[in-house]
C-alpha cells in the first residue's frame, strides 16, 4: 500500500483531519477513524502508515472530541511487595477525590512496555498514564502524545525526557545521609548492595554513598561495591561474598528494603547478629521496615506521596493547566532504628 502524493495537504500549520490522512494514505476514512481510536481491526503495514502520517502532519478532530474516560492508567514493571502498594494508594487517594478510576497494567518485570500495551490504552483512552519505575518508547510517547493522553513518571529508571514531567526523590542525599550515619557510628569497611546501572536511582544512592565516603577521607574499596537489581535473593546473595571476605565488612548500605532484607537473612546463615556484628541500612522505608528484628534503619522514599503528586501533575496537564515544576524532586528522610549501631571492638 502506498500513500497518495497528489492528496490536497491541511493548510500550513495546521493538522491533518481523518479525511486528509485518509486520503493522504489511500485508505477509507473508516480505517484511519480505527488507527485513530486504538482499534486492532487494522492490518499492521495500514497502521504504520496512517500512524507515520499522524506523526507527521498531525491530527485534529472534525467533530468535538469525545471526552477520555475517567481513568487514570497506572504502569508498573511488575506488582510484587508493598512498593506498589504505597503507589496505587497515592494514586488513588487523588483519583478519588476526582472522580475517576485506576486502572493497573503490569509489565512481568520488563521496564518497557511491548507493542500491544499502547493499543490497549489507546481503546482504554484513559485521562492520562502514570509508568512507576519503568519507561515509554519515543513511539509509544507520541502515539499517546496525538491521542491527548498525559504521561507524568514516577521515580523513573532513567533520565526522564524533556517533554515527560515526573516526580521522584531525592536518591542522591538519601544515599549520602545513610552512609554519613554509618561513619559517624565509626564504621570505615562499609560496603554498598546498589540497584541495576541502568537505574538511575540505583546510580544516584550510589553516587550519594561515594560522596560521603569521599568526604569523609575514607578510600571505597572496589570489593565492598556489590551492583544487585534490588531483590531479596540479590541482597542474600552478595552478603554472603562480602560476609565470608578475609576483612569483612562491619556495615553494609542496602540500596533498597528487600535487599536489606537479604543481608540479614545472609548474616544470620553465617552466625552473625544485627547490628552488634553488622550494621544494615535500607532505603524506602517501607511499613515492613519497622517489623523487621531488629528493626530497620531506613531513608524513607515517600512513595505515597510522590505518587499523589504525579497523579495531580497529570490531571493538571490534562485540564491545560501548567504545574509549576515538570520535574519535581520530593526529600527524602532517614529513619533510625535498631539495625545500626557503632562497630564491634
Known amino acids: 500500500m502506498t500513500s497518495s502524493t497528489d492528496s490536497p495537504?491541511?493548510?500550513?500549520?495546521?493538522?491533518?483531519?481523518?479525511?486528509?490522512?485518509?486520503?493522504?494514505?489511500?485508505?477509507?476514512?473508516?480505517?484511519?477513524?480505527?488507527?485513530?481510536?486504538?482499534?486492532?481491526?487494522?492490518?499492521?503495514?495500514?497502521?504504520?502508515?496512517?500512524?507515520t502520517l499522524i506523526r507527521r502532519?498531525?491530527?485534529?478532530?472534525?467533530?468535538?472530541?469525545?471526552?477520555?474516560?475517567?481513568?487514570?492508567?497506572?504502569?508498573f514493571h511488575e506488582v510484587r511487595g508493598l512498593y506498589p502498594v504505597?503507589?496505587?494508594?497515592?494514586?488513588?487517594?487523588?483519583?478519588r477525590a476526582n472522580g475517576l478510576g485506576v486502572v493497573v497494567s503490569e509489565l512481568g518485570g520488563s521496564h518497557v512496555p511491548g507493542r500491544g500495551w499502547v493499543e490497549d490504552v489507546l481503546a482504554r483512552r484513559p485521562v492520562g498514564v502514570i509508568p512507576v519505575f519503568c519507561g515509554v518508547t519515543a513511539e509509544q510517547r507520541e502515539r499517546l502524545r496525538t491521542r491527548d493522553i498525559t504521561i507524568v513518571a514516577v521515580d523513573p529508571t532513567g533520565e526522564p525526557g524533556h517533554d515527560d514531567p515526573s516526580v521522584g526523590t531525592s536518591n542522591w542525599n538519601g544515599g549520602l545521609e545513610a552512609t554519613r550515619h554509618l561513619l559517624e557510628l565509626g564504621h570505615r569497611r562499609i560496603a554498598v548492595i546498589t540497584g541495576p546501572e541502568r537505574v538511575l536511582a540505583g546510580r544516584a544512592r550510589l553516587d550519594g554513598f561515594r560522596a560521603a565516603m569521599d568526604l569523609a577521607g575514607v578510600p571505597v574499596d572496589p570489593e565492598l561495591v556489590c551492583v544487585g537489581d534490588f531483590q531479596i535473593e540479590d541482597g542474600r546473595d552478595h552478603a554472603r561474598t562480602l560476609l565470608r571476605l578475609p576483612d569483612p565488612p562491619t556495615a553494609i548500605f542496602a540500596c533498597n528494603d528487600g535487599s536489606a532484607l537479604g543481608v540479614y537473612h545472609a548474616a544470620a546463615e553465617l552466625g552473625l547478629r544485627v547490628p552488634d556484628d553488622l550494621s544494615v541500612v535500607g532505603f524506602d522505608d517501607l511499613p515492613k521496615a519497622k517489623w523487621m528484628i531488629p528493626p530497620l534503619t531506613s531513608v524513607r522514599q515517600p512513595l505515597h506521596d510522590m505518587a499523589a503528586t504525579a497523579a495531580t501533575m497529570l490531571l493538571d496537564l490534562a485540564a491545560g493547566r501548567t504545574p509549576p515544576k515538570r520535574r519535581v524532586e520530593i526529600a527524602t528522610e532517614l529513619v533510625l532504628r535498631s539495625s545500626t549501631a557503632p562497630p564491634a571492638r
Open 57 to 75: 502532519y498531525g491530527y485534529r478532530r472534525q467533530k468535538r472530541p469525545s471526552r477520555p474516560a475517567p481513568l487514570i492508567e497506572l504502569l
Open 9 to 51: 495537504a491541511a493548510p500550513e500549520g495546521e493538522p491533518f483531519t481523518i479525511a486528509q490522512l485518509a486520503e493522504r494514505a489511500g485508505v477509507s476514512v473508516a480505517t484511519v477513524s480505527k488507527v485513530v481510536n486504538g482499534r486492532l481491526d487494522v492490518a499492521p503495514d495500514t497502521r504504520e502508515l496512517v500512524e
Open 86 to 95: 504505597e503507589v496505587i494508594n497515592g494514586v488513588s487517594a487523588v483519583a
